[in-house]
């Protein structure tokens, strides 16, 4: 399974950007792409987990993003999108695509087999 993100750049406080994430992937491998979500990162400080949904359109969102940022999935075309709105300098970060076998009930990054190379994302203020 390989992953690609795009869709990361500059924007001020209050913008939107649009994440995108393609998975190649054989069909053997398929089942691995079963969850998709997002990861993000800031130097010095832990992985947090952004949002993840399943084949079906179950999401899960982490507090800090809920009722700004909205993920979805073209499973024909494998790809998760992560629309990002009402940015906040606090989310600045790199942004990983990430993809697994099965979305449990937490965000958590052992969850997911597969990760993405990354997108920068940085919000001024």
């Given at each position: 399974?390989?992953?690609v ?10 913008g ?22 997002w ?41 998760v ?25 937490r965000?958590?990054a ?16």
């Amino acid at each position: 399974v390989h992953l690609v993100e795009s869709g990361g750049g500059s924007v001020q406080a209050g913008g939107s950007l649009r994440l995108s994430c393609a998975a190649s992937v054989t069909p053997y491998y398929n089942y691995y792409t079963q969850c998709m979500g997002w990861f993000r990162q800031v130097p010095g400080k832990e992985r947090e987990g952004v949002a993840r949904i399943s084949r079906n359109g179950a999401n899960l969102y982490a507090d800090s993003v809920k009722g700004r940022f909205t993920i979805s999935r073209d499973n024909a075309e494998n790809t998760v999108y992560l629309d990002l709105n009402s940015l906040k300098v606090d989310d600045t970060a790199m942004y990983y695509c990430v993809a697994g076998s099965w979305c449990s009930s937490r965000l958590v990054a052992t969850d997911f087999a597969y990760w993405g190379r990354g997108t920068q994302v940085t919000v001024s203020s």
